[in-house]
């Protein structure tokens, strides 16, 4: 099995930094693109950044200049670090990951439980 955790989610106040961190774990045979997506209540889930096994991270309009994502091949981890924040960016954010598992060895997309990020004075 495979499983992804996320941490790092919380309150915090407009203008302020959060850090998300996603762990892979599990019967891993290789990672390959890792992101970011976010579901605000009564809004459908959207891409918020991705991060590719190498090559051009890409983020959505909205989170540019403000959010960057990075990633650990070493701890199998991806990172949003999001500075300047603001309400609209409250929402449930889940990591994502395509994954090939020693298990399958098939190309199979994974997503976390989701952490809660609400910005909010």
């Known amino acids: 099995q495979v499983q992804l955790v996320e941490s790092g989610g919380g309150l915090v106040q407009p203008g302020g930094s959060l850090r998300l961190s996603c762990a892979a774990s599990?019967?891993?045979?290789?990672?390959?693109?890792m992101g970011w997506y976010r579901q605000a209540p009564g809004k459908e889930r959207e891409v918020v950044a991705t991060i590719p096994s190498s090559g051009t991270t890409r983020y959505a309009d909205s989170v540019k200049g403000r959010f960057t994502i990075s990633r650990d091949n070493t701890k199998n981890t991806v990172y949003l670090e999001m500075n300047s924040l603001e309400p609209e960016d409250t929402a449930v954010y889940y990591c994502?990951?395509?994954?090939?598992?020693?298990?399958?060895?098939?190309?199979?997309?994974?997503w976390g439980q989701g952490t809660q990020v609400t910005v909010s004075s």
């Open positions: 599990g019967s891993l045979f290789s990672i390959y693109a």
């Open positions: 994502n990951a395509i994954i090939r598992s020693t298990i399958t060895f098939s190309l199979s997309e994974y």
